[in-house]
């Protein structure tokens, strides 16, 4: 897929997108949201960028609202140094810095810098569980007046899954209990698990598709039937991904992610192929990525090589290759679970 070389270039391409406050925007002018610039800071770990990424989260501790959420976009354009675009508060975004900074922690070993980010990462996970619904899943967003449509998103929820069990292991590794998140996680990845009329219908969407298991709600036999129920949908052999049914865009970021649920489920082989596939979106101007292709037109669109493209496809590299931190937060096997509903309505372990 990669040589070291390649891949280190990648690594430096990210970096060099970096703004002099932490902040890593999709492209040098573009605008940053809060869920792609920690998947990116997980990529510069993943590269043994370890200051760098650290101060990407020392950006997100300093842009937080009083609430504990981030707003949606920040502007990077000429003229503008960190703006606010879009004042909604999107619960997977301002969730993630959770997977990131354990991600960080388990690439570093630095207790400090977690001690550090504890009560940013307490204060955001308190701001997405208030946005829970009664059968357990997340609403999307919290909008700028304060209310949020009681609607949740299968891969938003999926991804939030994720998150709260990093952010368990984290209160676990500080001896901190946190019963109130372990019965919000049980709850959730049990309503991703056995509910999906509780989502709305993005069926259309390749993410909605995979995320259920690179989120780590599913795992063997269902993980394997999921995958492979919508694979003719959604996979071009030999081009990647599509985003969106029915158009003919494949497009780098579904692609790295779709690979590393394949990874997840013990599919190297095919998780391999993914990435080889999507080489054809490679600059050899500098080893970013363009964001997609339209096949039908032989065409990139659109114009643009994003930091979080490039991410997901390091992250991917890295777990295929035994990366310790990156196998950790995207196997999931030692992170917790919390506390799932039986069949009663209880709870149980």
């Known amino acids: 897929m990669l040589t070291a070389e390649q891949a280190d270039r990648t690594v430096a391409a990210i970096a060099a997108i970096q703004r002099p406050d932490g902040a890593i925007p999709w492209f040098d002018g573009g605008h940053l949201d809060p869920w792609d610039h920690v998947e990116a800071a997980m990529a510069l770990d993943a590269g043994d960028e370890h200051e ?10 300093d842009h937080q609202n009083p609430d504990g959420s981030w707003y949606a976009a920040y502007s990077y354009a000429e003229g503008h140094d960190g703006e606010p675009t879009n004042r909604a508060r999107e619960t997977n975004f301002c969730a993630y810095i959770a997977v990131g900074i354990w991600h960080h922690y388990l690439a570093t070993g630095d207790d400090t810098f977690l001690e550090h980010m504890w009560p940013v990462i307490h204060s955001a996970v308190e701001f997405v569980l208030e946005l829970r619904l009664p059968g357990g899943e997340i609403a999307w967003k919290r909008d700028d007046d304060g209310t949020y449509p009681p609607e949740a998103l299968l891969t938003g929820s999926s991804s939030i899954y994720q998150a709260l069990r990093c952010a368990l ?17 049980g709850s959730l990845g049990h309503a991703v698990q056995y509910h999906p009329e509780r989502f709305l219908d993005k069926d259309r969407y390749s993410m909605d598709w995979y995320y259920p298991v690179l989120g780590g709600a599913l795992r063997g036999p269902a993980a394997k039937q999921r995958i492979e129920a919508s694979w003719d949908r959604f996979v071009v052999p030999g081009l990647g991904v599509r985003c969106v049914l029915p158009n003919p865009w494949v497009t780098g ?13 013990g ?13 054809h979106l490679r600059s050899d101007e500098d080893g970013m990525y363009w964001t997609g292709y339209v096949f039908d037109d032989d065409a990139v669109w659109p114009r643009e090589r994003t930091s979080w493209t490039a991410a997901a496809l ?12 990156t196998t950790a937060v995207f196997g999931g096997e030692r992170l917790p679970v919390g506390l799932a509903p039986d069949a009663a309505g209880c709870c149980q372990a």
């Open 267 to 279: 599919e190297s082989d095919r998780a391999v192929q993914i990435l080889a596939d999507i080489q």
């Open 52 to 61: 760098r990424a650290e101060a990407a989260y020392r950006w997100l501790a």
């Open 314 to 325: 390091l992250l991917a590299v890295a777990a295929l290759g035994g990366d310790e931190a």
């Open 253 to 265: 970021g579904e692609s790295a992610e779709l690979a590393l649920a394949l990874w997840a489920m």
């Open 169 to 185: 292991a984290i209160a676990e590794h500080r001896e901190d209990p946190q019963p109130d998140w372990e019965l919000a996680t």
